[in-house]
């Protein structure tokens, strides 16, 4: 009852508070909240935030090297071709938020930028101008004859021209303001009223409600004093507490402002486990996307205002699952596979920052301090101020949301005070029940099997180079029959998983082919770091076969990524070979018992090998991975029913890069 009671009590000051601060902002009819930044207590927080802003400076450099004239009316600038979808929307209004920072916050270097303030505000204002009249507020049409807005992402892009007009207010002239407002408030109409969703296979809608409820944050920003924010303010709680609700939330009891978890639940968008599924796989990068209602704090806290407890709800179980795929670089090991780019080690601060600050999460800040190195690297390759290069992004936003990141790390650091910074590297087991994945982190390796929808097991070094990519069929490989292009699709028939001191072993029977080929494998981590695999390979019916490729390890080898070289060298029992990044060379040989990469990624067995190692002749997925292939039968054989095709057996081990 004591606990309630100051739950309310709380819930209530909170409430005195709100509307206080509302009547501050609107002291006149088109008063916005106020605006106030505390000075950054914590030294380090300090230099980070000079690191920061430097690479924002930097960054926006590169943008606005894009920025342009609209034909159709050259008053408005824009960064993108004029359509109406995400790929020239969500582009545009990142860009305005993050130069709306620069010329807000922190001290201004126009050498950096490349622009003088004046002229900054000039381009954001032509670029607002754009934006609210091609909305479907506005007057006119993109250049594919649709306006922008009511779509599945607009409420996500809406929030950044709205943060951006708060942050500029006295510099907007009454159209923009107005125009502004419009298309902010009518975003948020749309989810007023409305259900949040909830999925919790294959596809979340974790993000999509927290970007949802994000929009709420920028109306009661711009308009205090409408007969709506009392809406808006309960619309951003509902949104941003339903974004990662578990199934055992339905019978929680805990308290979240002011009510118990079960009265709020709507369904579950995460598993109990603390994972999520997206795109068919359990994803960490969309585990990140917390941050979208969780960064809504700053909007809070810089208006006197307290955020909502549910921005938090379930964070701390998802963070930790993210501590067992952290890697050296600040990137992340993908157990069930990785469909987006892998180099996004930049886009991580931000989360890294949150945590470390609202959370006073003690790893919060390595982990951040990795990502900001990765960072700072990327960026060094060119002289633009571009963090990502062309070959390693495939997405329009890449570097206007990492824009986006930065300004709202930096944001957050003002409210840092004695960060604890006790870090403690995650080592041991980590069995994930409902993702269907088990993960041995070691000094050296951390050694993964997913087994839901697909089978992927795969070694990568606990390094600065990972060397093994995410390949999606890491550990099985493929197999292609006479006469076909592509390879049998993988069925997993049956896994079985036993942890062991400080390791693991599972047995996986798979097919090839629905009743082609059964594959018996072995996975085994053991406690220092070492990777047993096997497979025993048996026909069930007749065949032939134009290749069989089977214990796969995809083996990164990318030209321009900071810790790569841009080839690989393959030692075949002590003979090597020099492998160029997109060569498309091949290395193959029959009869080999120890095999290494860079004579740290090394392969050992008892019984001779036929290897292949195959380059890859171009990018796929903004990375370029070869393939070795432990088990490599080519040409065309055939097989019949019940006849062993093959067996092998192998040990990994990694020893650490010499620095």
Same mark, same amino acid.
């Given at each position: ?88 929307? /969500? ?51 993109? @250049? ?5 807005? @009511?779509?599945? $992402? ?20 009454? @159209? ?15 989810? !007023? ?44 709680? /509902? ?41 068919? +796989? ?93 960072? $700072? ?30 300004? %709202? ?12 910074? %006790? ?13 269907? +994945?088990?993960? &041995? ?16 097991? $795969? ?5 600065? @180079? ?30 079985? !998983? ?41 026909? +069930? ?18 030209? $321009?990524?900071? &810790? ?22 091949? !290395? ?5 018992? %120890?095999?290494? +990469? ?13 290897? /292949? ?40 081990? &990694? ?5």
């Amino acid at each position: 009852m004591r606990r309630r009671l100051a739950f309310y009590l709380t819930s209530a000051t909170v409430l005195v508070l709100s509307v206080m601060t509302r009547l501050a902002g609107a002291g006149d009819p088109g008063g916005v909240m106020p605006l106030r930044l505390p000075e950054t207590r914590d030294a380090g927080a300090a230099a980070m935030q000079r690191e920061l802003y430097e690479a924002a400076s930097r960054l926006a450099h590169h943008l606005l090297a894009s920025v342009h004239p609209w034909d159709k009316e050259p008053s408005l600038l824009l960064a993108t071709e004029s359509r109406s979808g995400e790929h020239w929307i /969500r582009p545009n209004t990142g860009i305005v938020e993050g130069l709306a920072f620069l010329y807000r916050f922190g001290t201004y270097d126009e050498k950096t930028v490349g622009v003088g303030r004046d002229r900054l505000r000039e381009t954001i204002h032509g670029m607002m101008r754009y934006l609210v009249a091609t909305h479907v507020t506005g007057t006119r049409p993109t @250049d594919d004859g649709r306006p922008w807005g @009511d779509a599945w $992402q607009s409420a996500h892009w809406t929030q950044a021209l709205g943060r951006a007009a708060w942050w500029m207010w006295d510099d907007l002239p009454g @159209d923009l303001r107005e125009g502004v407002r419009r298309v902010v408030t009518h975003e948020a109409s749309r989810f !007023v009223d409305a259900d949040p969703p909830h999925q919790i296979e294959r596809d979340t809608k974790a993000e999509e409600n927290a970007w949802n409820s994000a929009v709420f944050s920028a109306a009661m920003l711009l308009v205090p004093d409408s007969p709506e924010y009392a809406r808006w303010e309960s619309g951003f709680q /509902r949104w941003a507490m339903s974004a990662f609700l578990r199934p055992a939330d339905a019978e929680n009891e805990a308290i979240v402002d002011g009510r118990t978890v079960a009265e709020q639940f709507v369904g579950a968008n995460i598993y109990d486990d603390f994972t999520l599924e997206n795109h068919g +796989i359990v994803h960490p990068d969309y585990m990140t996307t917390f941050s979208l209602a969780a960064g809504c704090a700053t909007d809070f806290r810089m208006s006197g205002r307290r955020e909502p407890e549910a921005v938090m709800h379930n964070v701390g179980g998802i963070y930790e699952n993210l501590k067992w795929f952290v890697l050296p670089d600040g990137g992340f090991v993908y157990p069930s596979g990785q469909d987006w780019q892998l180099f996004r080690n930049a886009d991580w601060l931000r989360c890294h920052v949150l945590m470390s600050v609202l959370a006073r999460d003690p790893d919060g800040w390595e982990l951040g301090r990795r990502s900001l190195a990765a960072l $700072q690297k990327m960026q060094s390759r060119s002289e633009s101020g571009a963090v990502y290069l062309p070959e390693e992004t495939f997405f329009a936003s890449s570097h206007s949301d990492l824009l986006r990141g930065l300004a %709202e790390s930096w944001l957050m650091l003002c409210w840092a005070e004695d960060l604890p910074r %006790e870090f403690q590297p995650r080592l041991g087991v980590r069995r994930l029940e409902a993702a269907k +994945i088990v993960l &041995h982190r070691t000094a050296v390796a951390v050694n993964s099997l997913s087994w839901g929808n697909g089978l992927i097991a $795969q070694s990568a070094a606990n390094d600065l @180079d990972r060397i093994v990519s995410p390949h999606p069929r890491n550990g099985v490989g493929a197999i292609r029959l006479a006469g076909q292009d592509r390879a049998l699709p993988v069925r997993v028939q049956s896994v079985e !998983v036993r942890e062991e001191a400080d390791g693991f072993v599972a047995d996986v029977v798979a097919e090839h082919g629905a009743g082609v080929f059964r594959a018996e494998l072995r996975y085994q981590s053991h406690a220092d770091g070492r990777w047993s695999m096997s497979e025993r390979l048996i026909a +069930i019916r007749d065949a032939s076969t134009a290749e069989i490729a089977t214990g796969l390890i995809g083996i990164l080898n990318n030209p $321009q990524w900071i &810790h790569e070289r841009g080839y690989r060298e393959i030692t075949l029992d002590g003979e090597t070979t020099q492998v160029r990044s997109r060569s498309g060379d091949e !290395v193959a040989r029959t009869g080999v018992k %120890e095999a290494s +990469i860079d004579g740290r990624l090394n392969v050992q067995s008892s019984q001779p090998l036929a290897i /292949r190692y195959a380059a890859a002749r171009d990018y796929e997925r903004s990375r370029v991975t070869d393939e070795l292939s432990l088990n490599y039968l080519g040409g065309e054989r055939g097989y019949r029913a019940g006849e062993e095709v093959s067996r092998y057996a192998v040990t990994l081990t &990694h020893k650490a890069a010499e620095r």
